[in-house]
């Protein structure tokens, strides 16, 4: 039995990734994995006896490495035909005869060998809360919150972003008759245009989180880049997870970098005055005024 799976989500360039990586090694989660095969040396000894017998190599053994894939999309593409780059947010309706079935099928394959008794995965983009929940009706949702002016500037740095060739090219549908008048308005500005994306994204999470009240947990970037532990910890007393003691001490070993500080820097004055005129009541409505 599938027992309340995490789904961590968020928008492109928001922290999921980071977050993700912090939960990953806990005991209890399981994720979508993929086999790498490593070498390993057998004990001193029988190293030391194949030296003098002159067997080099028979000491070295291979052990099969199970590492947790991230956005797993290729998983979800085969469960789930359409769900990595779906043109809108996808609605518990998507979910066609005998897909639920399959999908937690496939999460259970990807469990089994690992031992470990809950699933954790994450996504970006559109919410798909409704999707999720009509195929786990328990599951719950770690959802990752950065400042939109950092999330723009990210996302323009990566080849992956179709915003280049304008929202007709983009996977966010149509702008609105009010969005389309607010990015003619900035003269068409590429920035101005990811962060339309960026509240799109915010706002579908938004729309769908009173079916799943209590399911759901925020978590901000800026909030854990500066105290990590604290926030994991929060993390994992939502989703129910024990305070393993060796995980913890693990925590303060793994690297965080402030990656907020890049678009302060980076982005000239007068486009980030401009995006902050246009998408202001966005900025203040997620907290970011």
């Not at 961590?8 to 990734?17: D, K, V």
């Not at 070498?39 to 029988?46: F, H, P, T």
């Not at 607010?182 to 706002?203: H, P, T």
């Not at 989180?209 to 994992?236: S, W």
Request: aromatic share 12%; charged share 30%.
């Amino acid at each position: 039995m599938l027992d309340r799976p995490i789904f961590i989500i968020g928008t492109g360039r928001s922290g999921t990734s980071v977050m993700f990586r912090f939960l990953s090694p806990h005991p209890g989660v399981g994720w979508v994995h993929k086999d790498r095969e490593e070498r390993v040396s057998n004990a001193w000894g029988v190293r030391m006896a194949d030296r003098l017998l002159g067997t080099v190599g028979r000491s070295v053994k291979r052990r099969t490495v199970r590492e947790p894939v991230g956005e797993a999309y290729w998983f979800w593409e085969r469960y789930a035909r359409g769900f990595p780059r779906p043109c809108r947010d996808l609605e518990a309706a998507d979910v066609y005869p005998l897909m639920a079935e399959r999908i937690r099928e496939g999460v259970m394959q990807q469990l089994r060998p690992l031992n470990r008794p809950r699933f954790m995965t994450k996504y970006t983009g559109w919410s798909r809360i409704a999707f999720i929940n009509a195929v786990f009706p328990d599951a719950l949702f770690l959802h990752v919150v950065r400042d939109g002016r950092a999330v723009a500037w990210s996302l323009m740095k990566m080849p992956w972003w179709q915003g280049w060739g304008g929202p007709s090219q983009w996977r966010w549908g149509e702008l609105s008759e009010q969005d389309r008048a607010l990015w003619e308005a900035s003269g068409k500005s590429f920035f101005v245009l990811a962060g339309l994306q960026w509240r799109i994204c915010l706002d579908s999470v938004r729309r769908h989180a009173d079916p799943v009240a209590g399911r759901i947990h925020e978590i901000r970037y800026e909030e854990f880049v500066r105290d990590p532990e604290k926030e994991v910890t929060r993390a994992l007393d939502f989703a129910g997870l024990d305070r393993d003691p060796k995980y913890l001490s693990g925590l303060g070993r793994e690297e965080v970098i402030d990656a907020n500080k890049k678009w302060v820097r980076e982005v000239p004055i007068d486009q980030r005055k401009q995006f902050e005129s246009l998408l202001g009541d966005a900025l203040e409505s997620y907290g970011y005024a």
